[in-house]
């Protein structure tokens, strides 16, 4: 079974603070993505990588930056931690290419800035 | 900006009835997933419809897909209470090879 972990499920932080989200896949998948879910708003995408040191800015860039030194590790950084970054946040993977390009998501890591 | 839309934004059906959402996307694609999430969960992948295809169905659902009118639509046959969730589109980008997801279509199946 493919999985996506994320590091952590509920997170408190402060503001200001810099927050690291981690999210690992076990599936050699290319591509991986950062998305935030808020009630009314759906899934935004954040940032996107499709190998290793690549990426690309998703709608919802700002106040946020990733890193991805290793295939199956993508990092969601939130450098200077604000209220209105208090999100559900959704890791996923999945193939490239054209082919079945399902992508399979962690179990969220619901963050809370106070 | 978001590139799956879907319609409506709420569904609330009895049990046994059929559930029908629509899904509106703006740009080319390679192909069309819908996944479902629910309460606090992650999303779950439910099908996939290639640009080529134009209808597939998986026990009972059932997604049609039309290109000349950037839409497609889903179909839960004879709903379960389980069924409850949030459902969404997410076209995958040809160019870009991103997943847009929209803000979901929220199903309520009474028993």
């Known amino acids: 079974d493919v999985k996506v972990t994320q590091s952590s499920r509920y997170l408190v932080k402060r503001t200001g603070e810099k927050v690291f989200l981690e999210c690992v896949q076990d599936?050699?998948?290319?591509?991986m993505f950062w998305y935030r879910q808020d009630p009314g708003l759906g899934l935004r995408l954040i940032y996107f990588?499709?190998?290793?040191?690549?990426?690309e800015k998703g709608d919802i860039p700002e106040g946020y930056s990733v890193s991805r030194e290793k295939k199956e590790r993508f990092s969601l950084i939130l450098e200077s931690a604000s209220t209105n970054q208090t999100s559900m946040y959704l890791c996923?993977?999945?193939?490239?290419?054209?082919?079945?390009?399902?992508?399979?998501f962690g179990q969220g890591t619901r963050l809370t800035v106070v | 900006s978001q590139q799956g839309e879907e319609d409506p934004q709420a569904l609330s059906i009895q049990e046994g009835e059929n559930a029908t959402m629509n899904c509106s996307y703006k740009?080319?694609?390679?192909?069309l997933q819908w996944y479902r999430q629910n309460s606090g969960r992650g999303l779950v992948h439910l099908i996939l419809?290639?640009?080529?295809?134009r209808e597939k169905h998986s026990g009972r659902l059932r997604v049609t897909l039309d290109t000349s009118k950037k839409s497609s639509s889903l179909l839960i046959t004879a709903s379960r209470a389980a069924d409850t969730a949030s459902y969404f589109c997410?076209?995958?980008?040809?160019?870009?090879?991103?997943?847009?997801f929209g803000q979901g279509t929220t199903l309520q199946v009474k028993p």
């Open positions: 996923a993977s999945s193939f490239s290419g054209t082919g079945t390009t399902e992508a399979f």
């Open positions: 599936m050699d998948h290319e591509n």
């Open positions: 990588s499709y190998d290793v040191k690549m990426k």
């Open positions: 740009t080319s694609i390679n192909n």
């Open positions: 419809i290639r640009s080529n295809e």
């Open positions: 997410a076209p995958r980008s040809s160019n870009t090879g991103k997943l847009i």
